[in-house]
């Protein structure tokens, strides 16, 4: 029958879609896994993501304790870069409180968007964002980062790529804060070894 028919299509393509994801996570963090860097491991993700979900751009910031999200990198189809510091404060209070609340902030439409002030949508323009998901990633209760996925026209997003972006969060945040331990490991095991030629010289001169 028509309807059973359908039913079933729309099974056959969900699995079919289900795997695909799958299947783009685990090369992802196979890519990931590698890297030590932390510029390398986001500008991998936001090529990935952004080429995935056929965005304009993508990138993976990270957030000071004074609101100031720091894209290092980014990707970009058809828009500049965004790379370099940007105040969320300047956004308007709205864009914070929705922040806040913790969940993805998946905005179809910019310019039609009532919960968007005049400044955020007027920022946002400026920088040829007609539509995005903003994932916010926390540290315990702390904002520590951002991925953000942005389209230059207004696009209706669905729940799956919703949840891509993040599955796709977590991994890039977690991979991150890898490559930071292991610079500050290594940082410190340069000053040591720095240390102790400076006190072996001195023993020398004795």
């Not at 304790?65 to 209070?93: E, N």
């Not at 007027?122 to 926390?138: N, P, T, W």
């Not at 729940?159 to 991994?171: D, K, N, S, Y």
């Amino acid at each position: 029958e028509p309807a059973g028919v359908i039913c079933i299509l729309a099974e056959t393509t969900d699995r079919v879609a289900n795997a695909r994801r799958t299947q783009f996570l685990l090369s992802l963090a196979d890519a990931l896994r590698p890297l030590g860097s932390r510029n390398e491991i986001m500008q991998l993700a936001a090529e990935r993501l952004g080429t995935w979900l056929n965005a304009n751009r993508a990138f993976y910031a990270e957030i000071s304790s004074d609101l100031v999200m720091r894209v290092d990198c980014d990707y970009c189809h058809g828009v500049q870069s965004l790379a370099g510091a940007h105040s969320l404060a300047s956004f308007g209070p709205g864009l914070l409180e929705a922040y806040r609340a913790g969940a993805p902030l998946v905005v179809p439409d910019v310019p039609g968007n009532p919960q968007l002030s005049d400044v955020a949508r007027a920022g946002l323009a400026d920088r040829r964002v007609g539509a995005f998901i903003d994932v916010l990633l926390f540290d315990e209760t702390e904002w520590v980062g951002v991925l953000a996925v942005q389209s230059a026209r207004p696009r209706a997003w669905t729940p799956a790529e919703e949840r891509l972006v993040q599955e796709v969060g977590e991994r890039v945040k977690n991979a991150v804060e890898r490559a930071r331990a292991e610079e500050e490991l290594r940082q410190l095991n340069e000053t040591l070894e720095e240390q102790v030629a400076v006190r072996s010289a001195e023993r020398d001169r004795l």
